[in-house]
């Protein structure tokens, strides 16, 4: 075991030292020309200025995490689809969740009202955050900063490294050692108050539900109810643009453009709230109840391109340099080259798709089934992973997933019982 150990963080070292002089697939993002945008808004030009993975995305220090150095290269010598850990989170649907890092910390949200801090080495609830007064809809978690969208149309800044936590616990060290062992969730409640110095401040702009959220760096952008999107700049706390998406939608019905095909095609009605949100510096993409996925200007506050194919609600999105991938309640994955508009590929499935993620490798979703669907995009197969792979011979009914999560080949999944899976991918 300790060879095994030597070795694994040998690799690691290998892998740092690769990070600090390669730029990683997440940072060559789309983004607009400041010249020429009209003419290819996916241009590159921004990106000279991205710092390497090691530098982080965002400006701020090195907050301290509760893992061991060892674990995020371990899913190499699992199979994937093998089950790390289950925890009965909450006692509600999962409605949203993230993680910072393989065995780091993660977040859930559920229809209970709670929001939850887990150590994904232990396995144990590191505290709950108070604050908001309805139930959380968005949130994202990097560098121990983390961002929740409630229903209560508030959106609030955590910082997780203050969080009064003792990784061991009451455990002895050897018994900490052995926590990280695959397994089931620690019962070990946590000590009362244990987050009450997170809090960081509360940005109220939002007059109903936050339906989505996305920073990156001290930019953030947030979607809601009240039928706008908001960009913020979190250095000040402050909101500096408001752009409403049912004007986005009207001006399309006019607008053409002739390299893509015009947005008119739904009532624009129909775009009540936004589904799902991703920021790169002045580059925003968005997906509405209405179908579309719209790419805005943040200098302009204007949108530069429509891409039209969904025909139901984007629930999810991501985009990294070359391709947007979307989910929608019509039952599809699209995926689109951003350098045509086109759809590039395109996966049906028997429900719709609540929710979606891509890592350099796979991409996973929730598709209104006990199990996550998994595309690796590397070998061209699909697969599935999850408990209802082996519900039948456990004598099990796993409840359907809502919410995924994947990072580095480590996959959590929400499930509507209020229970999380944690798995290889």
């Given at each position: 075991m300790e060879l095994r150990v030597d070795e694994a963080q040998a690799l690691v070292d290998e892998a740092e030292e690769i990070a600090r002089n390669t730029r990683t697939q997440d940072e060559q993002d789309l983004v607009g020309d400041a010249d020429d945008h009209d003419q290819?808004?996916?241009?590159?030009?921004?990106?000279?200025?991205?710092?390497?993975?090691?530098?982080?995305s965002t400006p701020r220090k090195t907050k301290k995490v509760h893992r061991k150095k060892s674990m995020p290269i371990l899913h190499e010598h699992f199979e994937p689809g093998t089950a790390i850990r289950e925890l009965r989170a909450h006692k509600d649907t999962i409605?949203?969740?993230?993680?910072?890092?393989?065995?780091?910390?993660?977040?859930?949200?559920?229809?209970?009202?709670?929001?939850?801090?887990?150590?994904?080495?232990?396995?144990?609830?590191?505290?709950?955050?108070?604050g908001h007064t309805a139930s959380v809809r968005a949130l994202q978690v990097e560098d121990n900063?983390?961002?929740?969208?409630?229903?209560?149309?508030?959106?609030?800044?955590?910082?997780?490294?203050?969080?009064?936590?003792?990784?061991?616990?009451?455990?002895?060290?050897?018994?900490?050692?052995?926590?990280?062992?695959?397994?089931?969730d620690n019962h070990l409640e946590p000590p009362p108050g244990s987050m009450a110095d997170c809090p960081l401040y509360t940005l109220e702009s939002h007059v109903d539900e936050i339906t989505a959220l996305h920073f990156r760096g001290d930019v953030m952008v947030s979607g809601s109810a009240d039928k706008t999107i908001r960009h913020w700049d979190l250095e000040k706390g402050r909101?500096?643009?408001?752009?409403?998406?049912?004007?986005?939608?009207?001006?399309?019905?006019?607008?053409?453009?002739?390299?893509?095909?015009?947005?008119?095609?739904?009532?624009?009605?129909?775009?009540?709230?936004?589904?799902?949100?991703?920021?790169?510096e002045t580059a925003l993409a968005c997906g509405t109840a209405d179908g579309m996925v719209r790419l805005w200007d943040l200098r302009s506050g204007q949108v530069h391109r429509s891409l039209v194919g969904h025909t139901g609600a984007v629930t999810c999105l991501q985009f990294d340099d070359v391709h947007l991938v979307t989910g929608s309640v019509d039952r599809s994955i699209r995926i689109w080259d951003l350098r045509t508009g086109s759809i590039y590929d395109a996966y049906a499935y028997d429900n719709p798709i609540t929710d979606m993620m891509f890592d350099a490798r796979r991409i996973v979703s929730a598709a209104g089934e006990d199990v996550v669907k998994v595309y690796d995009k590397v070998e061209g197969r699909q697969w599935e992973c999850g408990a209802g792979i082996t519900a039948a011979e456990d004598g099990k009914t796993p409840a359907i997933v809502e919410r995924v999560r994947v990072r580095d080949g480590y996959l959590v999944e929400g499930r509507r019982d209020g229970v999380v899976g944690v798995w290889t991918s």
């Amino acid at each position: 075991m300790e060879l095994r150990v030597d070795e694994a963080q040998a690799l690691v070292d290998e892998a740092e030292e690769i990070a600090r002089n390669t730029r990683t697939q997440d940072e060559q993002d789309l983004v607009g020309d400041a010249d020429d945008h009209d003419q290819e808004f996916m241009s590159q030009s921004v990106y000279d200025k991205i710092p390497s993975s090691e530098a982080g995305s965002t400006p701020r220090k090195t907050k301290k995490v509760h893992r061991k150095k060892s674990m995020p290269i371990l899913h190499e010598h699992f199979e994937p689809g093998t089950a790390i850990r289950e925890l009965r989170a909450h006692k509600d649907t999962i409605t949203a969740i993230d993680f910072d890092a393989p065995f780091g910390t993660m977040v859930t949200a559920a229809l209970d009202d709670t929001v939850r801090v887990w150590d994904l080495n232990a396995g144990r609830c590191m505290g709950y955050l108070e604050g908001h007064t309805a139930s959380v809809r968005a949130l994202q978690v990097e560098d121990n900063i983390l961002a929740t969208g409630s229903m209560d149309a508030t959106i609030r800044l955590w910082d997780l490294s203050k969080a009064h936590y003792d990784p061991h616990g009451g455990l002895g060290k050897d018994d900490d050692e052995d926590a990280i062992a695959f397994g089931t969730d620690n019962h070990l409640e946590p000590p009362p108050g244990s987050m009450a110095d997170c809090p960081l401040y509360t940005l109220e702009s939002h007059v109903d539900e936050i339906t989505a959220l996305h920073f990156r760096g001290d930019v953030m952008v947030s979607g809601s109810a009240d039928k706008t999107i908001r960009h913020w700049d979190l250095e000040k706390g402050r909101c500096v643009q408001t752009l409403d998406v049912m004007w986005a939608a009207a001006a399309s019905m006019t607008t053409t453009d002739s390299g893509w095909r015009p947005t008119g095609r739904s009532q624009s009605s129909s775009a009540d709230f936004v589904g799902a949100l991703q920021v790169f510096e002045t580059a925003l993409a968005c997906g509405t109840a209405d179908g579309m996925v719209r790419l805005w200007d943040l200098r302009s506050g204007q949108v530069h391109r429509s891409l039209v194919g969904h025909t139901g609600a984007v629930t999810c999105l991501q985009f990294d340099d070359v391709h947007l991938v979307t989910g929608s309640v019509d039952r599809s994955i699209r995926i689109w080259d951003l350098r045509t508009g086109s759809i590039y590929d395109a996966y049906a499935y028997d429900n719709p798709i609540t929710d979606m993620m891509f890592d350099a490798r796979r991409i996973v979703s929730a598709a209104g089934e006990d199990v996550v669907k998994v595309y690796d995009k590397v070998e061209g197969r699909q697969w599935e992973c999850g408990a209802g792979i082996t519900a039948a011979e456990d004598g099990k009914t796993p409840a359907i997933v809502e919410r995924v999560r994947v990072r580095d080949g480590y996959l959590v999944e929400g499930r509507r019982d209020g229970v999380v899976g944690v798995w290889t991918s």
